[in-house]
């Protein structure tokens, strides 16, 4: 499975957007990328997922260039609430199973 | 519609004893995972059920863990005798099938003193 590279920590302040880039240059053709969050003392939680161009959904948006070598994960306008850890995900669907292999992750801090 | 449960929530033992975790998925959920993150460390997959078979045991670290999952419903893993670098959280997840989004629970702290 695709090792992906992403930042280990970002800071912002509220009303903001914010932007993290995940690159994967060894992704494979049938890979997706799915981004997770998690607060502390909590499970992951599934924000967004796609293939490749854009997604978007009530929460973020995932840009995703042609290559599919780096995706982007938009928090449109964060709030305090948004403090978290994010995981960048790359894996594919084949097989019958879904192994994910979570990295360091990036933990953003909103602040006031 | 209640969300992946793991109990406890907390657990702390001694060297040498056994713990069982507990995670019940999302009803109708076939697909059950563990995960787990030990201290300073990334998370990392255990294990995969579909209904009561494990459909991909690889992640598991040894033969000090057991996970079963009677019925397709609950699943449990055992951990027995405990070692200090057992220490972390413990997720468990679900999805109803295997390409789907998966679920996790709040996590088990376990803690092995």
């Known amino acids: 499975l695709a090792k992906t590279t992403q930042p280990i920590s970002m800071d912002s302040y509220e009303g903001q957007e914010v932007n993290i880039t995940c690159s994967h240059n060894?992704?494979?053709?049938?890979?997706?990328i799915t981004w997770y969050q998690q607060f502390p003392s909590q499970g992951p939680r599934f924000i967004i997922q796609?293939?490749?161009t854009k997604v978007t959904n009530e929460v973020a948006s995932l840009f995703i260039p042609a290559d599919r070598k780096s995706s982007t994960l938009s928090l449109p306008r964060v709030s305090l609430s948004d403090t978290a850890v994010y995981y960048c995900?790359?894996?594919?669907?084949?097989?019958?199973?879904?192994?994910?292999?979570f990295g360091a992750g990036t933990r953003l801090a909103v602040h006031p | 519609e209640a969300g992946v449960t793991q109990f406890p929530s907390h657990s702390v033992i001694e060297k040498g004893q056994t713990v069982t975790l507990r995670c019940d998925p999302i009803?109708?959920?076939?697909?059950l995972y563990w995960y787990r993150r030990v201290m300073g460390k990334e998370i990392k997959f255990l294990l995969h059920?579909?209904?009561?078979?494990?459909?991909?045991e690889s992640g598991m670290p040894n033969n000090r863990f057991l996970a079963e999952r009677t019925g397709g419903t609950y699943s449990t893993l055992k951990v027995q005798p405990a070692e200090l670098e057992d220490s972390g959280v413990y997720f468990c997840?679900?999805?109803?099938?295997?390409?789907?989004?998966?679920?996790f629970g709040p996590g088990t702290r376990l803690l092995v003193l």
């Open positions: 059920f579909v209904k009561e078979s494990k459909q991909d």
């Open positions: 995900l790359v894996g594919g669907f084949s097989g019958g199973y879904n192994k994910l292999i």
């Open positions: 009803s109708g959920h076939d697909n």
């Open positions: 060894n992704i494979a053709t049938n890979d997706y």
């Open positions: 796609g293939y490749k």
């Open positions: 997840a679900s999805s109803q099938v295997p390409q789907e989004t998966q679920y």
